[in-house]
């Protein structure tokens, strides 16, 4: 989610919180002038020498951890975006794993023990300190690199001090994960969505890549799983033999076992060798094979880095798999679409994103579909109020923005003209919407003879009706009245209709 968009869904305070993290020259505004004044500002917002800054740390060493986990359990959430209760149960869990590993007989068993036992000095004399400064921490940061020691290294030798997370090894609260969640809202790097899905916390994607880089994270753990996925056993084997690992196993356990060395992924890709690097790059959608063995490898980071990873099982009807990724469908996302699987050919996309709305509306929205005889309608017609008239839909993918060509005005005139009754909304799904299309959609509303109102919605904010709307009301189906408009069906206007009309 971008700050644009984030902010959309962000009442008064919020919004002001956000404004005060960057600049105290503005005086409290309303919802409106905040947004205006985020907007405006978002370059210094997005900073990534104020991100480094605000993200710097002098305190306490368990508040440090608690800062670093909780951004780790954001960053690690599908789309940056998660829940309060997915955020505290992500913190547990990741502070638990490490508490296990710590205890395990075999915890740091293919480390070099003389570099441990160094590591294990120094941190026991840091931990004397009330207070860890961010200098003090950059110098454990280079001494455990030194060593050719891990993050993941470093907590276990903390966990055996009784020392991770904090003293005594006791796990976080939720309630020390709100504080820690209301700080980084104050810093401006964690935005908290109140009016999506129940309330949601949001890194904007202007600002993750940044935080990613403060933390020393390449990628995230579902990233990181997909790029290990696509190396074959015996490079697996290659890595870890470096490592100093052992190379059995069988696919599965051998990624287990690299996500087990904290390895990061560059240094793990420069492992292999530049004919690996090769056949890796020509294996996956949309990447260049030309370069340098370095640009190869950050060729293949920032690939993966971008994906969008939805947590998706393999047995999931289509239907359902092709809703998760509509947003890409419409956008035609070649890159994220081949390489999550969800096609296998450029030809499918648009048959997948009219599978993947038809279950927007029938599963998600419950709406029962109408067929349509012959082969030349729009993409979806569905029974619309007491009067028993329609709504149609269409789809139209696109890699850029659509401006509604005179060709499509053509094509839903006809549409709207063969329909058996008379068709109260025409709404065309489609990617990002163009102001000019505006022009079209009056066009075609007093054009069509029927005064059918001509709407045009973004594939990411129809999922965003579908997924609010059961969070609004209590009907057993959507009220289609949300949609029966002309022009442009922005977030705004629908956060507006939707408290109207839910």
């Known amino acids: 989610m971008r700050v644009a968009e984030a902010i959309e869904l962000m009442t008064k305070g919020l919004l002001q919180r956000v404004v005060d993290s960057f600049t105290k020259d503005f005086p409290k505004s309303d919802e409106e002038r905040a947004r205006e004044i985020i907007l405006r500002n978002s370059g210094e917002l997005t900073d990534p020498r104020r991100i480094e800054a605000v993200l710097a740390f002098d305190g306490r060493l368990q508040d440090q951890i608690r ?90 030798i903390q966990a055996q001090l009784e020392h991770f997370p904090r003293k005594g090894n006791l796990l976080h609260t939720a309630a020390e994960c709100r504080e820690a969640l209301l700080n980084l809202q104050r810093c401006g790097i964690v935005f908290y969505c109140n009016r999506a899905n129940g309330g949601l916390y949001v890194i904007p994607e202007e600002v993750a890549p940044s935080v990613r880089r403060v933390l020393g994270i390449e990628l995230s753990p579902h990233a990181w799983g997909k790029l290990l996925s696509a190396l074959t056993v015996a490079q697996l084997a290659t890595i870890l033999r470096a490592e100093g690992m052992p190379e059995y196993g069988n696919k599965e356990a051998r ?112 709406l029962e ?94 999922v965003w009706v579908a997924e609010e709307w059961r969070a609004r009301s209590s009907r057993e189906s959507f009220n289609l009245e949300v949609l029966n408009a002309t022009g442009i069906l922005t977030r705004t206007v629908l956060d507006q209709r939707m408290r109207l009309f839910l």
């Open 255 to 366: 990624i287990a076992r690299v996500v087990l060395t904290g390895v990061k992924p560059s240094t793990a890709l420069a492992r292999l060798s530049k004919e690996d690097l090769y056949h890796l790059c020509t294996s996956v959608p949309g990447l260049k094979v030309s370069g340098s063995k370095s640009t190869k490898i950050k060729r293949i980071v920032r690939h993966f880095a971008n994906l969008v990873i939805r947590d998706v099982a393999e047995e999931t009807p289509p239907g359902e798999r092709y809703y998760q990724y509509l947003v890409e469908l419409a956008a035609r996302d070649r890159a994220n679409l081949l390489t999550n699987r969800i096609i296998t050919k450029d030809r499918e996309i648009e048959g997948a994103f009219e599978e993947g709305t038809r279950f927007l509306f029938s599963d998600k929205l419950g």
């Open 67 to 156: 800062q670093t986990c909780v951004l780790e359990a954001l960053i690690g959430s599908p789309d940056c975006t998660a829940s309060e209760l997915d955020v505290v149960e992500n913190v547990t869990q990741l502070q638990q794993q490490v508490l296990d590993a710590a205890a395990s007989p075999q915890a740091l068993r293919y480390e070099d023990a003389r570099s441990v036992e160094v590591l294990r000095a120094v941190m026991r004399v840091a931990l004397k300190d009330a207070v860890v400064t961010n200098q003090e921490l950059e110098l454990l940061r280079v001494l455990r690199e030194s060593l050719g020691l891990s993050p993941l290294t470093m907590r276990i």
């Open 369 to 462: 579909l109408q067929h349509m005889e012959g082969s030349d309608h729009a993409d979806g017609c569905i029974a619309f109020g007491k009067a028993n008239e329609l709504l149609l839909w269409d789809n139209k993918s696109k890699e850029t923005v659509y401006a509604f060509p005179p060709s499509h005005l053509r094509q839903f005139k006809r549409y709207i003209r063969d329909a058996a009754k008379r068709v109260s909304c025409f709404l065309i799904i489609v990617p990002a919407v163009a102001d000019e299309a505006l022009a079209n959609a009056l066009r075609l509303k007093s054009e069509c003879g029927s005064d059918t109102d001509v709407a045009l919605i973004s594939a990411e904010d129809l």
